[in-house]
């Protein structure tokens, strides 16, 4: 199944996928903010400590589901396998854009 989503979202599976942090953080804006695990994570070096710890900590594939996608909004469900209690284990993602870039990121 093709899942239609915008570029900047797509940008941050891919390097997510490839534990690329440079290309990861090109994909949010300067004072984006991330809401994961019950942290919040804001501005890009934050954003960039939380994605090497959890890489380290999980090792997890995402496997995107179904998105919703609005002008400024993509709700993502996706499931992710890796080294945690519960794999694998199906999450909903919320990104809000802005000007071609997450603003912030909804883990839940």
């Known amino acids: ?7 900047s979202v797509n940008n941050y599976l891919t390097a997510d ?4 942090l440079d290309k990861l953080s090109q994909c ?5 903010r991330v809401h994961d695990d019950d942290h919040e994570y804001e501005g890009l070096e934050a954003i960039r400590s939380w994605k090497v710890q959890t890489n ?3 090792r997890y594939v995402v496997e995107p589901l179904r ?6 909004n993509v709700k993502l469900h ?6 945690f209690p519960g794999s694998p ?15 912030s990121l909804d883990i839940r």
Do not use: C, N, Q
């Open 67 to 72: 998105a919703a996608v609005t002008e400024k």
């Open 89 to 103: 284990a199906e999450l909903d993602y919320t990104f809000v854009l802005h000007d071609g870039k997450i603003a």
């Open 17 to 20: 996928k490839d534990s690329d």
């Open 1 to 7: 199944m093709s899942i239609k989503i915008p570029a």
């Open 28 to 32: 949010f804006t300067k004072d984006a």
């Open 56 to 58: 380290a900590k999980y």
């Open 78 to 83: 996706a499931r992710l396998t890796g080294d």
